[in-house]
């Protein structure tokens, strides 16, 4: 385990990235980790998303899957991969400070 600087607060990681803690994110730490992992600056869409990936996790546990976010969050599948790049899911559960899916490579 390792530890990084978001919004000038160090966070404990894992070694792809995703928090250990979900209760160390804040939301002014999402911008940077977005341009860490290449999204370039969030929008209103990116922020559905995101807070779409925590309210999940914050009810079942995990964060949705790519087909459950295309359902639910009211971003289509098309658009996901345009927001979230090399696996939306995965991305935004990173972004949004919330362990990687269950099923994600």
């Not at 978001?6 to 250990?20: H, I, Q, R």
């Not at 803690?21 to 209103?44: F, H, K, Y």
């Not at 990116?46 to 899957?65: D, S």
Request: with cysteine; hydrophobic share 35%.
């Amino acid at each position: 385990m390792s530890s990084k600087v978001y919004a000038g607060t160090e966070v404990s990681v894992n070694d792809e990235g995703f928090f250990t803690d979900p209760g160390q994110w804040r939301e002014d730490m999402a911008a940077e980790i977005a341009q860490e992992a290449g999204v370039g600056d969030l929008t209103g869409r990116h922020w559905q998303v995101i807070n779409f990936m925590r309210t999940e996790f914050a009810e079942k546990g995990t964060g949705p899957t790519v087909r459950a976010l295309g359902k639910s969050s009211g971003v289509s599948v098309k658009e996901l991969y345009q927001l979230f790049p090399k696996g939306p899911a995965k991305l935004a559960a990173r972004i949004a400070g919330i362990p990687k899916p269950r099923g994600c490579i």
